[in-house]
C-alpha cells in the first residue's frame, strides 16, 4: 500500500488502467485470440473428435477446392448478397426518404416498420415457412387460389426456394436500416435544403446532389453491415429446411450452414475449420472491397 | 459526437413543416401507410392463427369466427415454453449486464487513462470485430467440451460477457465527458474507479442503455451458439426450443404459430412501452458502429 501512495498521479493511473484492463485481457485473449489460433491450426489438421489430431497439411483446403457442394454453396452464399443488399437497401432508402417528410401518424408509421427488427428470426421462420406451404396449408397459395391464379412451389422449387428464404430476411433487417437511414437524413442541415429551396432546385437534383452525397457514410456502413449479415446468413435456411437442411438439392444452403452440417452432423472438425477460414477470407475481402470503392467514389 | 446524439435524439419528434406542401403527400402517406400494413402482416397472420381453431386455420380472414385460447393452453401446458422464455430472459439479462459494465470499463481505460500500450489493447480489442463468430464456434465447442462446459448457462453464456463492438461504442461516448470533472472528483479523494462508477457513468446513461438494448436483443435472438452447446431440453434458448418444437409438431401449423406468438408477443410489449427509447438507442450504437 504504501508502495501505492508514493507512486505519482500518473503511475497511478497506470496501475488502475491494467487493474480495469486486466479482466478483459484475459477475455480476448482466451475467448477471442486463441480459438481464432486453434481455428486456423485446426484447418491444418483432421479430426473427427474422437482420434488424434494429425496434420495433412493443405488438403483440408484441397478437398474444399474439388468439392461440388462448396462450389454451389459458394454461389448460394452470394447470391444471397448479391440480391439481398441492393433490394433491402433501395427499400429502406426510399421509405425513409418518404417516412421522414410525412407527419401524419409518423410515430405509428414508423413503429410499424420498425416492428419486424424485433421479433425472433426463428420464429419467423417458420411463420413464412407457413405463407409458403401448398395448398390447402399455405397463405400465399390459398390467395393464389381464391384468385384463380395457378399455385406457385415456393420451398419446394430449386429455383424459388433461395429467393423465398431471402424475403423473410430482407424483411426483417428493413427496420433497421429504415432508422439508421432516417437518423442519417435528420442529420443533414436544413440550411442546405433552404439554401437550395431558394435557388429554385428541383427535388430530384435536391436528392442526387445534396442528400445522397451527405448521406454516403450511412450508405458505407449499411452497404457493409447488411453484406456481412447476408453473407452469415443461417436462421433463416435452418430453420425453413429443417426436414432438408439448405435443400432442395443444396440449392439454399449457404456457407454457416455447411460449416454447421461439416462440424456437427460429420464430425469433421478439420474440414469445418477450413470452411470457416474461407467465411473469414471471404468477409474480410468483401468489406475491404466495398470500404475501398464506396469511399474511392467522388 | 454531438450531432449523433442530437440527430437520434431529432429522430423522436415528427418532421417540421419544410416549405410549400408537397401535392404529392396523400400518394405519399397512403403507398406508405400501405407498406407498413404490409410490413406487419405477417406478425399479425401469426397472432391471428394461434387464436384460431384447426378448422379455419387456412383461411385468409384476420378476425376468427370462434377465437381460442386452447393453443395456448395446450403449449404452455408441459411447461417447456416457460422454461425456455426463463432460460432466455436469464441468460440475455446477465450477459446484458456484464457487457454493459465491462465494455463501459473497458472504453472508460482505453479513453481517459495515458498509459503505455493503450493503442496496442485498443487495436487488439477492435481487430476481433473483424472474426466472425461462425469461426470462433468450433474452437468454443471443443473448448468447452475439454473444461465441462457443454450444456451449462455458463457455456451458452461465455462468448458474450464482453463486446468489442460495446467496448469502441462507450470509448466513442466517454470522449464527451470533460477530463475537467473527472480532475474534480480526484481532488475530492475519489479513487478511480468511483470517478468511473460515480462521475463518469451518469453522464453517458443513454450510451448505456443503447448499449444494453442491442446486446440484450442479439442475446435474445441468439440461435447458432446456444443450437451448438445444449443438448438438454430444460436448457434450451427460446429460439432453439421454438425449433425443436415447431419439428415435432411437423403440420399442425396453429401450434407451431402459438410458438411462434410466444417467442414474439413478449418483444412486442417491450417495444409497444419503449418504443421511444428502443428507437433512439438502436440508431445511436447503429450510428456509432
Known sequence: ?298 | MSDIRASSASLMQAPTAKGPRDPWSVLRWTLLAMGAIVMVMPIIYMLSASIKYPYEMYDLNIIPKEPTFENYTYVLSDGRFMRWFANSFLIATITTISAVFFDALVGYALCKFRFRGRTFVFIAILSTLMIPTEMLVIPWYLMSKSLGWLDSYWGIMFPGIMTAFGTFLMKQFFETVPDDFLEAARIDGLNEFQIWWFVALPLVTPALSALAIFIFLGNWTAFLWPLIVTNSQELYTLPVGLTTFSVEQTVEWELIMTGAALATIPTLIVFLVFQRYIIRGVAMAGLKG
Open chain 1, 1 to 298: 500500500m504504501n508502495t501505492y501512495r508514493n507512486l505519482s498521479i500518473r503511475q497511478k493511473q497506470v496501475v488502475w488502467a491494467w487493474g480495469f484492463l486486466a479482466l478483459p485481457i484475459l477475455f480476448y485473449v482466451v475467448i477471442r485470440f486463441y480459438p481464432t489460433a486453434n481455428a486456423i491450426v485446426l484447418s491444418f489438421q483432421s479430426w473427427n473428435l474422437l482420434g488424434p489430431r494429425e496434420w495433412v497439411g493443405l488438403e483440408n483446403y484441397e478437398k474444399l477446392w474439388n468439392d461440388p457442394v462448396f462450389w454451389k454453396v459458394f454461389k448460394n452464399t452470394f447470391v444471397y448478397l448479391i440480391l439481398g443488399t441492393p433490394i433491402s437497401l433501395v427499400l429502406s432508402f426510399v421509405i425513409a426518404y418518404h417516412l421522414d417528410k410525412t407527419r401524419l401518424l409518423h410515430g405509428t408509421l414508423r413503429a410499424l416498420y420498425f416492428l419486424p427488427f424485433l421479433t425472433s428470426t426463428v420464429a419467423m421462420a417458420w411463420v413464412w415457412r407457413w405463407f409458403y406451404q401448398p395448398v390447402p396449408i399455405g397463405l400465399f397459395n390459398n390467395f393464389l387460389a381464391s384468385m384463380g391464379i395457378s399455385q406457385i412451389s415456393f420451398l419446394n422449387s430449386t429455383t424459388n426456394a433461395l429467393p423465398s428464404i431471402l424475403i423473410p430476411a430482407i424483411w426483417a433487417g428493413l427496420g433497421f436500416q429504415i432508422i439508421i437511414f432516417m437518423a442519417g437524413l435528420r442529420a443533414i442541415p436544413t440550411s442546405y435544403y433552404e439554401a437550395a429551396r431558394i435557388d429554385g432546385v428541383s427535388s430530384w437534383t435536391i436528392l442526387s446532389e445534396i442528400t445522397l452525397p451527405l448521406l454516403k457514410p450511412t450508405i458505407v456502413f449499411l452497404v457493409v453491415f447488411s453484406s456481412i449479415g447476408f453473407l452469415r446468413i443461417f436462421d433463416q435456411v435452418f430453420n425453413m429446411t429443417t426436414n432438408n437442411p439448405g435443400g432442395p438439392l443444396d440449392s439454399t444452403k449457404p456457407l454457416v450452414l455447411m460449416i454447421y452440417q461439416t462440424a456437427f452432423s460429420s464430425f469433421d472438425m478439420g474440414y469445418a475449420a477450413a470452411q470457416t477460414v474461407v467465411l473469414f477470407a471471404i468477409l474480410l475481402v468483401v468489406s475491404l472491397l466495398q470500404l475501398r470503392i464506396l469511399r474511392d467514389k467522388p
